[in-house]
């Protein structure tokens, strides 16, 4: 299915995140600004995609390339090991494999002791967005690993015609993600990408479990939330698969957005009666608020 035929009948999902900024290696450690930025999550996000490194389909067309760098504490200089790093992207014909258990170029590998992670794959291509909007082309990333905050970002290239076109790679935080394609003496492409990790707010798994769950909205019943739990994380359904919920605090969680994308906050709050109350805050960051209340019923 072409991307801009999907996206008719799925939402734009926007999502917490965070992702390297300029860094290098300086021979004893990375240095540099550790920045932590947001981008969209999109609506192509499939949980449990093969674990492998390389995702090239020979008979497809595309340039092959490298994606590699290496997933770092927030120290800037320490490693993480076995961090569980996720890859997805289009096709050269702006096709993302929704539904296939070919899971095409989908895939996850875990970062070695030194932190280094990589995939071969082949370059996805800007496509049509629908409405005459094209998005430029963009590798999706979701890292995770315990203790962190869940990562997810998208990386961008540089030469690309429709970067100062598109909501999120034109934002200044993106500026730090639109990378340059190296080029090795065997002809691959090569992109490095270096992450830095967040410390994450623990949140008790049994807290989690019990805000999972379908809410309705207290004025129209026909309209529901559902939180569900991935990897000890809660997450808040759409139509192809959900949202990752971000831990703020004071039974609150959020799903920042960026520049044209907006915000939008979660809280929960135990009723007398054993009710559970979800409020959700959306915030155009246009001026325009909107708010849901929605219960879900202790059983």
Not at 83 to 100: G, I, P, R
Not at 131 to 146: N, V
């Amino acid at each position: 299915m072409k991307r801009r035929h999907f996206i008719s009948k799925t939402p734009l999902a926007v999502v917490a995140l965070s992702s390297a900024g300029f860094i290098s290696f300086n021979g004893k450690s990375y240095v540099g600004d550790c920045q932590t930025t947001t981008d969209i999550l999109g609506p192509f996000y499939r949980p449990d995609s093969p674990v492998r490194n390389d995702l090239v389909i020979e008979s497809n067309q595309g340039e092959i390339v490298m994606l590699k760098g290496k997933i770092i504490n927030d120290d800037c200089s320490t490693p993480i090991e076995n961090a569980k790093v996720e890859l997805w992207h289009c096709s050269a014909d702006q096709v993302y494999d929704n539904e296939s258990e070919d899971y095409n170029y989908r895939g996850t590998t875990f970062s070695a002791a030194t932190g280094s992670y990589f995939f071969r794959t082949q370059m996805p291509v800007p496509y049509d967005a629908g409405g005459g909007m094209y998005r430029p082309a963009h590798f999706h990333l979701m890292i995770s690993a315990p203790g962190y905050q869940n990562l997810i970002t998208q990386l961008y290239f540089t030469g690309d015609p429709y970067l100062q076109k598109d909501a999120s790679s034109k934002s200044p935080t993106a500026k730090s993600r639109i990378l340059q394609v190296e080029k090795e003496a065997d002809g691959t492409l090569l992109v490095p990408f270096h992450v830095i990790m967040q410390k994450q707010l623990p949140v008790d798994p049994a807290i989690i479990d019990r805000l999972v769950g379908i809410y309705h909205d207290k004025t129209d019943k026909k309209t529901t939330l559902e939180f569900f739990k991935h990897e000890d994380q809660l997450w808040l359904k759409n139509d192809l698969y959900g949202l990752f919920l971000q831990y703020k605090g004071e039974n609150t969680f959020i799903i920042p957005g960026t520049g044209d994308w907006g915000s939008t906050e979660i809280k929960f709050e135990i009723k007398k009666d054993g009710s559970m109350l979800a409020t959700r805050t959306r915030d155009s960051g246009r001026g325009e608020i909107q708010v849901l209340h929605a219960v879900k019923m202790n059983h």
